[in-house]
C-alpha cells in the first residue's frame, strides 16, 4: 500500500487525484458512474457572479489525439452554484475545488468573498484564461502584472482558511514570470495548464470549424506541453506546489506530471471518454508508485529533478 495522501498549501487530501475544471460540471453528472468521494477533490467548472449562456455551437472538434472546445464560461452563477451544485458535493462528502473566473479584478475578490471553508469549499482555483474588460480584453493569464492582481484580490478577500491556486495557460512566452508574479501576489499554489488556443477549418465548408473560430485544444496530444510546463515551475519556485493537468488518460500519465513536480493531478478530457477515468487513474497510480518502490506519493513529487541533477 503506498501513501497517496497530498498537502496543497497545508490542505491535506487523502489523495492527488481530482476532475479538471469543465469536464465533469459540478459533479453531480459524475456521480451516477462514480463515488466523487473517492477522488482527492472535484474542481468545479469555472463560475462567474452572473449566470451566462456559453458560446454558440458547434463548439466541439475532434483533433488528432485531443479536442477543441469553445464551450465559454457557461453556468448558473454564484448565487444557483453555491445553493445547488456546491451544497450538493458537500452533502455526497466530495472535497470541492471551486474554479473562478472574471471578467475584471473586483469580479474575482467579489467570487472569492463568497466561497468560505465553512461552505464547504476546500480550495479556490483561480481561472485567469479570460478576458480583462478593463484592458481591451487582454487575458490576465498572459500578462504578469494583471495575473498578480487578480490573484491579490482573491487572496485578500478569500477566507484565509482556504487555499487559492491560479490556473495559468501554456499561450505565453515566459510562464515561470507569470507563476512567480501569482506566487508573489499570494497563490498559495498553481495549477498547470489551461488548455492551448486552436483552430480548425473544415476543407468541405471551407470555414472555421466551431462557431467561435477558435478553441481550446485539449487531450494527450497537449500532455507533452503541461509535464514542460509542470517542470520549468517547479524547477525555478520548488515550494510553490502544483496540481496538473493535461492529457492524463492513465495511471503512467498521471505519474509523468509527479515526477516533473505536480502534487496533485487533474483529469479533464479523458472523462468524455470515461466517466470512471479519474477513479481508474488513481488506481494505477497508486500500483506504478508502488512498482517503483515509493512508500509516499510525496516522495514522487519532482522525483525526475532529482535524478538528472
Ligand atoms: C470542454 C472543456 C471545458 C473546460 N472548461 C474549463 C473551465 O471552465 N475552466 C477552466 O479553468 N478550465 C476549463 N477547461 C480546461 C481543463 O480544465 C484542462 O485544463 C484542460 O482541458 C487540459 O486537461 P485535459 O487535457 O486533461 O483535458 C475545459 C476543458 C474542456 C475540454
Not at 140 to 151: E, I, K, S
Request: a negative charge.
Amino acid at each position: 500500500m503506498v501513501d497517496m495522501s497530498t498537502s496543497l498549501s497545508g490542505t491535506v487530501l487523502p489523495n492527488p487525484i481530482m476532475t479538471a475544471s469543465g469536464c465533469a460540471a459540478a459533479g453531480r453528472e459524475l456521480g451516477q458512474f462514480i463515488e466523487v468521494a473517492a477522488l482527492g477533490a472535484v474542481v468545479t467548472k469555472s463560475i462567474m457572479l452572473a449566470p451566462r449562456a456559453g458560446r454558440a455551437t458547434p463548439r466541439m472538434a475532434e483533433t488528432p489525439s485531443g479536442m477543441l472546445n469553445s464551450i465559454g464560461l457557461q453556468g448558473p452563477g454564484i448565487d444557483a452554484f453555491l445553493e445547488r451544485d456546491l451544497r450538493w458535493l458537500v452533502e455526497a462528502g466530495a472535497r470541492a475545488v471551486v474554479s473562478i473566473a472574471g471578467s475584471s479584478v473586483a469580479e474575482y475578490g467579489a467570487l472569492a468573498e463568497r466561497l468560505p471553508a465553512s461552505a464547504g469549499v476546500t480550495a479556490i482555483e483561480v481561472n485567469i484564461s479570460c478576458p480583462n474588460v478593463e484592458s481591451r480584453g487582454e487575458v490576465f493569464a498572459c500578462d504578469p502584472v494583471a495575473a498578480g492582481a487578480v490573484l491579490a484580490a482573491v487572496r485578500s478577500a478569500a477566507d484565509p482558511a482556504v487555499p487559492v491556486f491560479a490556473k495559468l495557460s501554456p499561450d505565453v512566452t515566459d510562464l515561470v514570470s507569470v507563476a512567480a508574479a501569482c506566487a508573489e501576489a499570494g497563490a498559495d499554489g498553481l495549477t498547470l495548464i489551461n488548455t492551448l488556443l486552436g483552430m480548425a477549418v473544415d476543407p468541405v465548408s471551407m470555414r472555421p470549424v466551431l462557431a467561435g473560430t477558435t478553441g481550446g485544444l485539449s487531450g494527450p496530444a497537449i500532455r507533452p506541453v503541461a509535464v514542460r510546463a509542470i517542470w520549468q515551475v517547479h524547477r525555478a519556485l520548488p515550494a510553490v506546489p502544483i496540481m496538473g493537468v493535461g492529457g492524463v488518460r492513465t495511471g503512467l500519465d498521471a505519474l509523468e506530471l509527479v515526477l516533473a513536480g505536480a502534487a496533485a493531478v487533474q483529469v479533464g478530457t479523458a472523462i468524455f471518454g470515461d466517466p470512471s477515468a479519474p477513479v481508474r487513474v488513481l488506481g494505477e497510480l497508486e500500483a506504478a508508485l508502488a512498482e517503483r518502490g515509493f512508500g509516499k506519493l510525496t516522495d514522487a513529487v519532482g522525483f525526475a529533478h532529482r535524478v538528472t541533477g
